[in-house]
């Protein structure tokens, strides 16, 4: 069961720095520091995208309209991290 337990902390810390990448990339592209047209940048950016939409449309669903802000991956980061919370703290169910 502990090799359960690790496995699950690593698919949320993988899940974790996809997120921040994907977070720090939006900045970048709204900043104008990094350019869509770019070939490498459009595929890493779609890429983000693709597997972080699932996770943030539900959210988004529930969520108010705020203009052009989105919550959704603040939103999503904090439910990440509170499942890290729960798994650390319920690591003995594990051994």
């Known amino acids: 069961m ?5 496995i ?8 974790w720095f996809i997120m921040i990448a994907h977070i720090v990339m939006s900045w970048l592209i ?10 490498l940048v459009a595929q890493i950016w779609y ?3 693709r597997l ?5 449309a539900p959210i988004r669903r529930v969520l108010p309209a705020m203009g ?3 919550l959704a ?13 729960i798994l650390m703290n319920n690591a003995a169910a594990f051994y």
Do not use: K
């Open 8 to 15: 699950l902390m690593l698919i949320l810390d993988v899940v």
């Open 47 to 49: 890429g983000l995208n």
């Open 73 to 85: 991956p603040l939103v999503a980061l904090i439910g990440v991290y509170a499942l890290r919370i």
């Open 52 to 56: 972080l939409e699932p996770l943030y």
């Open 2 to 6: 502990t090799s359960l337990f690790q």
């Open 30 to 39: 709204n900043f104008q520091v990094l350019n869509l047209r770019q070939q």
């Open 68 to 70: 052009g802000l989105d």
